[in-house]
């Protein structure tokens, strides 16, 4: 997957339902006892969705630094599978920790892509006893992985989709409060700037409050439009307070010469913005 910091991952609810029925499925077709789904991330692997026929050997949740993990080796091999009839004779998993811990010798699994072919994870099936695999078996992983990579675009785009919208926050005449939450893409890059300069323009605003308390950031770039979209309104006479930075961004951003050479107001909150504009929020007696 794409390197990333500040990104709230969704729940892949479509992913985890699906799977829990095919794995049934899987696990009679190819007689083991678990198949799980795991998940890469910056540094480790953890196990999306699992399922344990008799015994339980794979728990969801379970997590391990990516570099001793099968998932490694299934990724970073041309066939993008790899199995093994005993992982504790096997020259290469022997070595693993992750083997030792477990205690399984039958192993399959195979390389779980989006439809861009962009790596997010692994589908595997393994077994305390040995198993060997043909390559029938591994091309049937394979088309499960298929069915299940579909349902993580869908589960990805109800993520994204959640947060098309561009909320627009009213304070009082001539203030209001703009909140970017979630990715901003090529596509919602459009609509925002062009929903919040009409509305700015119709509505005569004075100051925009910019929260970037819910901005998620992928590939470790700032998003270039949030730059646009401060020097559009300055054009436009509006002036700006960005608020919400969290430490992740100011950490990844301090070197963004265009952010920090932007005539804007930055500020930890809400409440500091407002203040700074010298409009405040009153308790009603």
Known sequence: MSSQYN?????????????????SIISKHLNVNTAYITKRGDNEMTILSSFNEHEEIIPEGYSVEY??????????????????????????????????QLDVK??????????????????????????????????YLKSMADVLSHLIELD?????????????IPITKGISILTIQGIIDESRSSKLINNVLQYGSSHQIEYFVIDLSG???????????????VQSLQLMGIETII???????????????????????????????????????????
């Open 7 to 23: 990104l709230a991952s969704s729940e892949f609810r479509s992913l985890k339902s699906a799977s829990q029925k095919l794995f």
């Open 67 to 100: 570099g001793g993990t099968f998932c490694r080796l299934i990724i970073a091999n041309e066939n993008n599978a790899m199995t093994t009839e005993n992982l504790m004779k096997d020259e290469v998993t022997q070595q693993l920790e992750v083997t030792s």
């Open 106 to 139: 039958g192993f399959l699994g195979v390389t779980l892509s989006d439809s861009e072919g962009n790596v997010f994870g692994t589908l595997c099936v393994l077994d305390k006893e040995e198993k060997e695999f043909s390559d029938d078996d591994i091309n």
């Open 156 to 168: 990805q785009t109800k993520y994204n989709m959640d947060y098309l919208t561009v909320p627009i």
């Open 215 to 229: 901005l998620v950031i992928l590939d470790g770039h700032f998003p270039q439009v949030i730059i646009q979209l």
């Open 243 to 285: 608020t919400g930075i969290s430490p992740e961004i100011a950490k990844h951003e301090v070197n963004n010469i265009q952010l920090l050479q932007l005539k804007t107001k930055t500020v930890q909150n809400l409440e500091a913005a407002l203040d700074y504009i010298g409009f405040y929020l009153a308790e009603k007696d």
